[in-house]
Structure formats: C-alpha cells, structure tokens
Nanobody, 131 residues
Framework: QVQVVESGGGTVQAGGSLRLSCVASGFIYGSHCMGWFRQAPGEGREGLATAANDGRLTYADSVKGRFTISLDNAKNTLYLEMHSLKPEDTGMYYC?????????????????????????WGKGTLVTISS
C-alpha cells in the first residue's frame, strides 16, 4: 500500500512564498506518479500539478508561472514551490501518488478538473494566505 504524508503548510502573507513537501512510501512498481491538489473552503478539489519519476511534469493553467513542482526520486519526496501567493490560494493542499507500468499516464488537465495516474492520497496540509 502506497502512503503519502504532506508537510509544510502554514500562514503566509499575500505576495509571499511557501514550499510544501510530500513523502511517499510503499511503491512496488518502477514507474511512479505524484501530484498536488488543492481544496479551497466550500469548493471542490482542484488538480495543480503532477510529476512522474521519469521527469514528465504537468501543470494546471491556474498555477503555471507561480508554482513549481519537483520530485526527488532518491527520497520519493515531492515538492511544491509556491510564489506570489494570493488569498485565493488558501485551502487544504493534498498530495497524491500512483504507480504503474513504464510511462503510464501521469497528468493533470489544464483546467485542473481531471487527473490521471494517482490513486493514493494524503490527509492534507493547510495553507492560509492572509491579505
């Protein structure tokens, strides 16, 4: 069973930066996919970005240019660097992971509403952006 644990949430002023981390364990296949999602208060879950262990990255349009996803394969640790944060970035941030055969589909749709390759979810870390 793959497990993921997020960390790094907190309260930041608008315009600031924050880095989230997510450690995954329990992979048994060689191809991995990990991703970040966000759920704002009263909203549905939104896909933000994904990273596969073969280097493929995808982003939702809402965070392109402000957020950067990266994956440290040696540590099975996923990061999300967030810059120019806005009050509307406030929400619970979730990490997810998946595994499969070589180059299986690992991506988030541009609109953030669909995602592929992710089956295991963390409990989330809260990010609050104050104005």
């Amino acid at each position: 069973q793959v497990q993921v644990v997020e960390s790094g949430g907190g309260t930041v002023q608008a315009g600031g930066s924050l880095r989230l981390s997510c450690v995954a364990s329990g992979f048994i296949y060689g191809s991995h996919c990990m991703g970040w999602f966000r759920q704002a208060p009263g909203e549905g879950r939104e896909g933000l970005a994904t990273a596969a262990n073969d280097g493929r990255l995808t982003y939702a349009d809402s965070v392109k240019g402000r957020f950067t996803i990266s994956l440290d394969n040696a540590k099975n640790t996923l990061y999300l660097e967030m810059h120019s944060l806005k009050p509307e970035d406030t929400g619970m941030y979730y990490c997810a992971a998946g595994q499969g055969t070589s180059r299986f589909r690992c991506e988030v749709a541009a609109g953030g509403g669909e995602y592929y390759g992710l089956d295991y979810w963390g409990k989330g870390t809260l990010v609050t952006i104050s104005s």
